[in-house]
């Protein structure tokens, strides 16, 4: 049976109970735990080793290759099919998903404290290739948690928590954001201006941080284990190919209408987020201290915020209306960047030496992060919408391998674009960019309601 038709039954079977509010239940509770432990990884990957490596002293071709140990993240659906089908060892009394939670968030805090412990001395206890290979490992198991957390996530919210569920999710991985990005780097520049502290600073921060990921674990024991559905194959073999058969016998040729839209619909998102560092240091002159309390404080909160309307809004309008108006408003927030950039002259020519009032800057992270927010959380909600429980796991990562490419693409196309076009043209290119995906938007509305169909018929029949 496929995931919405199994997730309304269970909703039907709810149906009358007392419950607390929705943002306090405690599946919510739970998820906004995984949300933090999840983000960790993450943060260590994308922020701390790099800025870490840059103070340590590492050349720039080293610092490069750090990049490399993001793949997993890409790759992830690879190894998805066993955390769909396989058990844990001596720990199958958790169930399935609770029990790869549990072993995959053990494995990314014993390796962030590895990290800490060869950090010290600002990067002279190993060489750039072996801190390399800590931190694939490290990233391996953060894509694991990933993939079972997701899978966990889309398993035990009911079509009406969707949207609630994937807010609260997000929200958890933004305070790790926070956690990680901020205040374990202000740990370690605090730490570093002490004499007797200075050559542990950056293990007692990043150990600090690697601490807190209990949370993550905290959430995982008080989780209850969502039920296993009927129809799901044994053999991994079988396993394998049941993921993309169920997606196959459902969508048919509309599949690769799915795949186009998670690369697609978060495009003006990824484009713009891609150059808006460039533009506001390099084109503006803000400074990082400036962009760093706008954009990480302030805009921060207005990102939960984001979130928590976005999963409000998805329980009441439903998933596909949101995801109109929030592609809408992913597209309308690139125009205060294009407003920014023309009305004080930003280009690509010329380095700028005065930054304009920081309120204008205030006002765009402002209305960015809000609607980024949002579409985080209607996008988040629809690919869970559309995974079939039984294989939960692997569909899931197959669609955020694809939204990764889709990502990396994007990155890759914006600094081209910002080249030959300069500022002004590109970010106003990156509001059109929202068109391509938006107008397969119909397509998948006419599929979910076909599914919604096929699976009521079948409950009656039944």
Known sequence: MPYLGVMQAHANAQS??????????????????LGYGGGIPLEMAFNIMPTWASAAGWSVMSIGLLSLAKLPYAFKVLWAPLADHCSIPGLRWMGRRRAWLLMSQCLCMFMILVLAWNMDHRGSALAPTAMLVLLGILVFAGATQDIVGDAFRAEVLTPRELGAGASVFVTGARIASVVGGAGALIIASRLAASESLNDWSWGIAIGLLA??????????????????????????????????????????????????????FRLPDNLGGAMNSPLLVQGLGYSTETIGWVRQGMGFSFSILGAMVGGWLVARWGIIRCLWVFGALQAASNVGFLVLAEAFHATVLVKATHAPPTAALAMVIMAENLCGGLVSCGFVAYMMSVCDRRATATQYALLTGFMAIGNSLSGWMGGWMVHHFDYSWFFLLSIVAAVPGMALIPVLARVHRALRATTATTATSA
């Open 16 to 33: 009358g109970k007392q419950k607390r509010p929705l943002y306090l239940q405690r599946t919510m509770l739970v998820l906004l735990a």
């Open 211 to 264: 601490l807190s990921s209990a949370a993550g674990m905290a959430g995982t024991w008080f989780a209850k284990e969502p039920e296993r559905p009927a129809g799901i194959v044994h053999g991994f073999s079988a396993s394998v190919m049941q993921p993309f058969q169920i997606f196959a016998q459902g969508w048919g040729s509309k599949l690769a209408v799915l795949f186009a839209f998670t690369m697609l």
